[in-house]
């Protein structure tokens, strides 16, 4: 599990337009990844859309967000599509991302049990290091609150 104050591990990934993303290339701006459960589904999509609608703010505070699921490419790339998301979504089938950041837990759905990605966003500084986490997010005002946390210049 990442440490406040501590580099992350050298992560990379498949988004959801088939290129590879590493991790370590955004180094020198802020980063924000955010785990979600599922494309396509109520919140999720709330939450990709509030973050679609700051991402000009966020880049203007040199920041770039990426968003992290076990979904396929053919679906990211719908999802991208269909929401018009200005910023990558990592395909996470191996769950590499999802066991560094440590988002998988049970997770009760209509009394039933199983394992799944619990909605978690993570803030990297500039030089690679965990400034700041937020676990078990509530969606309403969340892509705020992280916008907040990212100094103005």
């Avoid at 991790?23 to 859309?49: H, I, M, N």
């Avoid at 990211?76 to 991302?97: M, R, T, Y």
Wanted: glycine share 8%; hydrophobic share 35%.
């Amino acid at each position: 599990m990442p440490e406040l104050g501590k580099k992350l591990p050298p992560l990379k990934g498949q988004i959801s337009d088939g290129s590879e993303l590493k991790l370590a290339s955004l180094k020198g701006q802020w980063v924000v990844v955010y785990f979600y459960p599922k494309d396509s589904t109520p919140g999720c999509t709330t939450e990709a859309k509030d973050f679609r609608e700051l991402y000009a703010k966020f880049r203007k505070r040199n920041a770039e967000i990426i968003g992290v699921s076990r979904d396929s490419l053919k679906s990211h790339a719908n999802f991208v599509a269909k929401q018009e998301l200005p910023f990558p979504l990592v395909s996470d089938g191996d769950e590499a991302w999802c066991r560094a950041f440590d988002v998988i837990h049970e997770k009760v759905l209509y009394g039933k049990r199983h394992m799944g990605i619990v909605r978690s966003t993570f803030l990297i500084d500039p030089d690679g290091r965990l400034h700041q986490e937020w676990r078990g997010v509530k969606v309403p005002g969340h892509a705020q609150a992280v916008f907040d946390a990212i100094p103005a210049k």
